[in-house]
């Protein structure tokens, strides 16, 4: 068992598994230094895939009530599950993850956060969630799908980085028709996309009847071209779709816009 006392940012957790790095957010500086016990504190690989801004974003997009059954497909060290209970209580999380590294690692979180009741972790294959769960099982599916096809790019040797990144254990229209199956009528499925390949998650969904509600781009910048797409689906229920304002990252060079440092400050509450 790790002690997490010390040292303070780097754990060895067993000798099969790689370091591990505990991150804390921090008012004063979001994201980044030890933070204290009360606030949200994520365990994740010193090397191999990491998070980035990803699911910050796109845990503040998707809607929320008490007592919604949601689902994370892909969940690596639980950090969207996390992220959701930071912003609505009395929700029921299961987050499924293909890698079992990633997999100890999400428990770990769950655990150090006392949420063994809230949110349920398991080893799974995103494409074989029809042999574990009854369809129609959730109200919200939420997930960051990998962002490329296999022929785009150059695949990283790292295997959690290339599951994570590259579509070598799921394609996109597997990912989409699994979140279709688990998706109750008129619940919702929100995820993070890359902008080049909105056409096609939009024809995917249509397809897997599921009408494409709310959309919003993430710029780097106010000037810059959209780096990121949200997306939001309803099963079974045309509607029409809304366009939100475009999400931006930064004011200036590392400096965070208010919208970011705003789902900062409310991880860290």
Known sequence: MADFSIPPLIITVNKKLPKILIQYGNRDNPGYGRGTM????????EKGYRYSLDPFILANFVPLKPGDRVIDLGT??????LLLTQRQKGLKIIGIEIQEELVFIARKNVRL????????????????????FPPASFDLVVGNPPYWPVRAGRINPDAGKAIARHEVAITLSEYLASAA?????????SLIILPSRLG?????MERQKISPSRLQ??????????KLVLIEGIKLAPCQLRIERPFVI?????????????IYKRCDS
């Open 250 to 262: 930064y004011k200036r060079p590392e400096v965070y816009s208010d919208e970011m440092i705003a």
């Open 217 to 226: 781009f993430v710029h780097s910048y106010s000037d810059s071209p959209a």
């Open 76 to 81: 690596g060290n639980g950090i969207i599950p």
């Open 200 to 204: 096609e998650v939009v024809d995917i």
């Open 181 to 189: 199956y688990l998706t109750r009528v008129n619940g919702i499925i």
């Open 38 to 45: 009360d606030e949200l504190k994520i365990i994740q690989p």
């Open 113 to 132: 956060h006392g949420l063994e009741g809230v949110i349920e972790i398991l080893e799974l294959d995103i494409k074989e969630v029809s042999d574990n």
